[in-house]
């Protein structure tokens, strides 16, 4: 059985910044609590993270069709989806500290009061410490326009969601889909989260991937299994460990009251088993509340059965960020290697998908000189031809570069070496996570990368 590993997530933390996956955002000013800004091989796993997605939700499916909508909405959208009333978790404030918590977070949040080191906030609300909880809303407002009064008040979006549901018309009538079909959008969203933390996991600005599936509502169930199924698999599919991912169907008394169903998929974090992404059944609940909102009909009417009705949605919610953190501590990884003479050294590796990874190949000329760099420059278009994500590197020890590349998780390094430029003109490609090599010959490189990228399964 998998188990936590409490000082995981420092080392993830240090090497993400050391090579540039994850700065804390405004670092030369100073810093700003919980916001983060992706560097240069962070933004490249965001990217991956996301068109992995969009491929398996949009691009290789025909019930499912893309949206891009606004972060600004019309204010009304977030009154009739009910966020302006009750989009707001419960805040305790601590009389003795002065922190302040979210009520539902008390067991896992440390009292930051020295002298009670090691215990949790929970303890301090038994002892009486902590204000009654009360609502706080978790949108961010601002005003839209040069007039700042209450008329010109506007929300960032704290979900993707409601998007979709205001567009449902527009989709329906202009791409002629039918139930059951899907709106996929990927997006920033925005919370004003009580208490943000654990690095990237929980953030007041963050990308979300969602997708409103739309059912006749005599099928929503079945749409819910196979959505769990689905999106479960899809982590698995890109090289997430199955024993450390789980799903866990919500209680009765979790449910949000127009649900009659939601499971989360779970991931066993450095810090506990947390939300990865949540599958929900949200009934009709979403397009009732905007036909009323909006005084528009957002039935469908099924020309097949001559019957109209509003369709039942299945959402299968996740959140970029989070995937992108699961996929780096899940990868991560450090193993002693031996090697031919019988010296051991640690080594740090990601052994993420290769889709997954930010860096496909990296290419070495073994020296500067006799030819090598010139010729690795060639090969090195044609993997970007190919639309291969590289990195050129001709600075010290061929050792140590792939070292360089392993911590990053670069899962392909060619090395042009003498036989390259002197003899047959093969180059070798070392495989990360096996580190054994193959001879191949430049004509046929890219085609052996893609079908050890397509062969790729976790160790
Ligand atoms: P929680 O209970 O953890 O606050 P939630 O259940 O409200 O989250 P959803 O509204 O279901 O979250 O959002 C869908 C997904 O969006 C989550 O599974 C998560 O991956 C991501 N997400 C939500 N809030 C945040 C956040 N503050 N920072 C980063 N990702 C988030």
């Avoid at 560097?39 to 893309?66: F, H, S, Y």
Wanted: hydrophobic share 35%; proline share 5%.
């Amino acid at each position: 059985m998998a188990k936590p590993e409490p000082d995981l997530m420092e080392r993830v933390v240090s090497l993400c910044k050391r090579r540039g996956f994850v700065f804390q955002s405004s670092e030369i000013y100073g810093g700003i609590n919980s916001c983060y800004d992706y560097g240069p091989l962070g933004a490249e796993l965001k990217r991956n993270v996301k068109d992995a997605w969009w491929q398996a939700m949009v691009v290789r499916r025909d019930d499912i069709v893309g949206l891009d909508s606004a972060i600004i909405q019309h204010p009304e959208v977030w009154r009739s989806s009910g966020h302006v009333a009750g989009f707001s978790d419960l805040l305790v404030d601590c009389r003795r500290c002065k922190g302040r918590f979210r009520e539902d977070h008390l067991d896992a949040i440390p009292c930051p009061d020295r002298e009670f080191k090691g215990r949790v906030a929970r303890v301090c609300q038994q002892e009486g410490l902590h204000t009654e909880p009360r609502a706080f809303n978790l949108m961010f407002e601002t005003h839209a326009g040069p007039v700042k009064d209450s008329a010109s008040i506007v929300y960032l979006r704290p979900e993707t969601a409601q998007g979709i549901f205001t567009n449902f018309l527009n989709v329906v009538n202009s791409s002629r889909m039918a139930p059951p079909f899907g709106v996929a959008q990927i997006g920033k969203s925005f919370r004003n989260e009580i208490t943000p933390g654990n690095f990237v996991f929980r953030t007041r600005e963050f990308e979300q991937m969602e997708m409103e599936f739309f059912v006749p509502p005599a099928d929503e169930d079945r749409w819910y299994e196979y959505w769990v199924e689905q999106r479960f698999r899809w982590y698995v599919d890109n090289g997430v460990r199955p024993d450390r991912l789980r799903k866990r169907p919500h209680a009765e008394d979790e449910l949000a009251h127009y649900s009659s169903g939601c499971t989360d998929v779970e991931y066993l974090y450095p810090f506990g088993w947390g939300e990865l992404e949540g599958i929900a059944k949200r009934g009709s609940y979403d397009l009732t509340a905007h036909a009323k909102g909006c005084g528009k009909d957002l039935s469908f009417f099924d020309e097949a059965t001559k019957q109209r009705y509003v369709p039942h949605v299945v959402e299968p919610a996740a959140g970029c960020d989070r995937a992108a953190m699961t996929f780096l501590v899940d990868a991560y990884d450090e193993e002693t290697v031996t090697d031919e003479g019988g010296k051991s050294e640690v080594r740090t590796v990601l052994h993420f998908h290769p889709r997954i990874a930010p860096i496909t190949v990296a290419i070495f000329p073994l020296v500067k000189k006799a030819g090598m760099p010139e010729r690795a420059k060639e090969i090195q278009a044609t993997l970007m031809d190919a639309g291969l994500r590289t990195f050129f590197d001709e600075k010290g020890a061929i050792g140590r570069r792939y070292r360089r590349q392993d911590e990053v998780g670069t899962p392909y390094c060619v090395t042009i070496d003498g036989d390259t430029v002197e003899r047959d003109g093969t180059v070798t490609v070392r495989d990360r996570d096996s580190m054994a090599q193959d001879r191949v010959q430049p004509a046929e490189l890219v085609a052996f990368i893609r079908d050890k990228m397509k062969a790729w399964r976790r160790g």
